[in-house]
């Protein structure tokens, strides 16, 4: 038989490109991943095999590397480490699919009209994520998929999706997307496999990195989260405020002559985890130190997902189920633990051993609510998303 082929999956940011190399197969076996670190600054590309050994590793000491150069060089290493076998096809993640994309999309000149549609919706992220597509798009003939961190929240009642705003503003696009769809939608895809009857059943699945959100999710499928017109909103992040008394951004304009462009850099960059401690964005930095203002940005932290799990619950009218993910909530099990004692009398009772182990099932056997750690995989969704919509 000969060597399957691969698919490439993209997933840009701002400052970074993370890439991943699966096998063309049904299993999706990983084959390499990697990122290309602070583009722009001091770029740093780095590529493991599937095991985590660095198989690759490279700096631009100068700075000189934009995004259509750094994705050109991934797709060079990855011909390179793919030895000959074939690229099939790339899948990208892409912030924002509208109300349009409901679901994944095979690439071609109109999707990408209407990607760039899109732009103002989320102009710190898209054109990121439209870049390698118009390059790829530019140098082959591979078909491409766009994955959307906003499909997975289509399914959700339109009241989950409205702002009480006029109606012409509405109608212009002001609504709740909710982003993180692709982790949702893997950690689901997984509890299916783990755990099909609680899949079904009411869930708040909480997705806390640098970005965090949370989700409910019923039947399988989003009926509200905690990000909205921008994945600004919701819980309090690494750097992001979360949820903001819109009154204070008035204030900030007519009292501190704030611009759009010092309230974007405060909403996005110096709030959140580190604007509260005054000391880092990062969890691990926080819960090492013994700053009172890095306990009271932790404390902030913790009591904003405990009042967040409770407004997703009440969506639900019920909870069966709370999932954690990403860097904190597989991570760091202080966290869970105290997100949830904030939420025992939703019936949560973590049980300290299982959550000190940090993987499956961390709730006691007496817990109403089961509360699981299962790692996120949006790369591997991708992947798969990529495979399924060209019959791959
Ligand atoms: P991103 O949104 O950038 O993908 P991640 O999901 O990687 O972010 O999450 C990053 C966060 O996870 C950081 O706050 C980091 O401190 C935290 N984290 C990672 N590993 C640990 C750990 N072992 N203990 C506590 N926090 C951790």
Redesign the pocket.
């Known amino acids: 038989m000969s060597t399957p082929g691969a698919i490439a999956v993209l997933n840009a940011g701002s400052s970074s490109i993370k890439f991943a190399l699966y096998e063309a197969t049904p299993e999706e076996t990983l084959l390499f991943r990697g990122q290309i670190e602070s583009i722009g600054l001091a770029p740093h590309l780095k590529v493991a095999d599937a095991a985590g050994a660095v198989v690759g590793e490279r700096r631009w000491p100068d700075g000189k590397l934009d995004h259509r150069e750094a994705t050109n060089e991934i797709l060079k290493v990855g011909r390179e480490l793919l030895a000959g076998r074939p690229v099939l096809a790339f899948g990208h993640r892409v912030v924002h699919g509208g109300v349009g994309f409901t679901g994944p999309v095979r690439i071609d000149r109109a999707v990408m009209d209407e990607l760039a549609k899109l732009v103002p919706l989320a102009p710190l992220h898209q054109p990121h994520n439209l870049a390698p597509i118009e390059a790829i798009a530019a140098a082959s003939a591979i078909p491409q998929v766009a994955c959307f961190d906003t499909a997975f929240h289509r399914s959700q009642p339109a009241l989950a999706q409205a702002f009480g705003l006029p109606r012409d503003i509405t109608a212009a696009g002001v609504r709740r997307y909710g982003f993180h769809g692709l982790s949702y939608d893997f950690i689901v895809s997984r509890l299916r496999q783990l755990d099909p009857a609680l899949a079904r059943q009411r869930l708040v699945i909480a ?6 959100s949370a989700c409910a999710v019923h039947e399988g499928l989003s009926v509200a989260s905690t990000m909205g017109f921008t994945a600004v909103d919701g819980l309090m992040m ?1 750097t992001r405020t979360g949820a903001l008394d819109p009154g204070v951004l008035l204030w900030l304009l007519d009292e501190r002559g704030y611009d759009s462009k010092a309230i974007e850099d405060l909403l996005y960059r110096k709030s959140g ?1 580190l604007g509260v401690s005054g000391l880092s ?7 090492q130190s013994a700053e009172p203002a890095a306990r009271e940005a932790i404390a902030l932290f913790v009591y904003r997902i405990v009042r967040e799990v409770g407004s997703l619950a009440a969506a639900l009218g019920g909870l069966e189920g709370l999932v954690f993910t ?10 869970r633990a105290e997100v949830g004692a904030g939420c025992s009398w939703l019936g949560v009772t973590v049980d300290p051993s299982r959550n000190a182990a940090g993987r499956g099932v961390i709730s006691s056997d007496a817990s109403r609510v089961k509360v699981l750690v299962l790692p ?1 995989d949006e790369e591997r969704m991708i992947a798969r998303y990529t495979g399924r919509t060209l019959g791959i």
Do not use: K, V
Request: no cysteine; proline share 0%.
């Open positions: 997705h806390l990195g640098n970005g965090a690494g985890l964005s990062d969890m691990r930095t926080l819960r990403a860097g904190i909530g597989e991570n760091d099990a202080a966290t996120t």
